[in-house]
């Protein structure tokens, strides 16, 4: 979505005052100068760096246990359940097929294939309008916050 309202505002031509800058800065000045960054000695308490990773890795294969993720059966049958995705596939019967990648695109939606499936094309005019005036909308209230306005 950000990636076509991006295009559609890039096409639009913005009118600009000699002299005035569209933006005006309103950061912080701890965003215009580096901050000072001063090196202090390490406490001889703290943990060493291979403990941490030691007690990381050892959560993680902990948390991997408990994930019900891991525990999910395959729902795909060939004969009788074919359109069903959940699917394992081995890494050879993934690397063995012709042009591998790994995008998913090759998922098919059946109910976006069916063109009797639409709406109307006043609800879906009036779906588009109200996700394009939407971002405007935020768009509007960081110029105005911006401008001061807001």
């Not at 979505?1 to 000699?18: A, D, G, K």
């Not at 939606?109 to 005036?133: F, W, Y």
């Not at 209230?141 to 911006?146: D, G, K, L, T």
């Amino acid at each position: 979505m950000f990636n076509l309202l991006f295009i559609i505002f890039s096409c639009v031509p913005v009118p600009q005052p000699e002299g005035k800058p569209i933006f005006k800065s309103k950061f912080p000045a701890f965003f215009k100068k580096p901050p000072k960054v001063k090196l202090v000695p390490q406490d001889p308490n703290d943990e060493p760096a291979s403990a941490l990773l030691d007690r990381i890795g050892a959560e993680r294969e902990t948390g991997k246990a408990d994930n019900p993720a891991h525990k999910r059966k395959e729902t795909w049958h060939p004969e009788n359940n074919p359109d069903e995705r959940w699917r394992r596939f081995t890494y050879d019967e993934i690397i063995s097929r012709d042009k591998t990648s790994l995008d998913i695109t090759w998922l098919k939606d059946k109910s976006l294939t069916g063109l009797d499936n639409l709406p109307d094309p006043d609800v879906l005019a009036e779906n588009i309008i109200e996700n394009l005036e939407a971002p405007v909308s935020s768009f509007k209230e960081i110029m105005a916050a911006i401008n001061g306005k807001g």
